[in-house]
């Protein structure tokens, strides 16, 4: 079977503006909302973070008042930490991690910090193969909870908000790595 040059050309060209426009849709069985890519991120196990929330409950008493009557489970099953959105960072940021889409990569959970409304794990993400995935979120982090009508993009925040003293930093010594994949959603 032969396909003539121009015609094979063309699809490509149509493949790569699919692409940079964000509207590359990975094979998958699963449907996303408007079959749109809107970010990049590492995903990131449920039960590891729980684990870790439930080992700073116990050590800390600080956390477990703060964490006591919070409902943070529907933040745990969304659990990632956003590498690039395109909202905030453009397509060409959030398309610039599809050569590591589904790789794993570890991620250093440091801290905790919360203020009243919101709450969510400091992050460095480590390397794939040896390249060094970095984030273009300025503050890497889990968001673990948002109080109500609190978007969850909020958790940005919280490191202006401890330097303003409206926030509490809870070290995790020594750190912990969880393991995650790089996914678009």
Known sequence: ????????????????????????????????????????????PVTEISSLLDKLVENNPKVKSFLEDKDVEPSLKKAHVTLAHKRSHGVTAVAS???????????????????????????EVGS?????????????????WT???????????????????KATRIEINPPIIISGTIEFY
């Not at 040059?5 to 060209?13: P, R, T, Y």
């Not at 991620?107 to 400091?122: G, H, N, P, R, S």
């Not at 794939?128 to 673990?144: A, Q």
């Not at 969850?152 to 925040?157: D, G, H, L, V």
């Open 97 to 123: 991690y599809g050569h590591l889409l589904h790789q794993n990569v570890p991620v250093e959970l440091t801290a905790l910090l919360f203020t009243d409304e919101m709450a969510a794990l400091e992050a």
């Open 1 to 44: 079977m032969q396909v003539p040059f121009e015609s094979a050309v063309k699809q490509v060209l149509e493949q790569l503006q699919i692409i940079i426009n964000g509207e590359y849709t990975p094979p998958s069985t699963e449907k996303r909302k408007l079959g749109l890519i809107v970010f990049a991120a590492v995903n990131l």
């Open 147 to 165: 109080g109500e009508k609190i978007a969850a993009k909020e958790a940005n925040r919280l490191p202006q908000l401890l330097l303003e003293g």
């Open 128 to 144: 794939v193969d040896g390249e060094k995935v970095i984030p273009k979120n300025e503050w890497p982090h889990i968001t673990i």
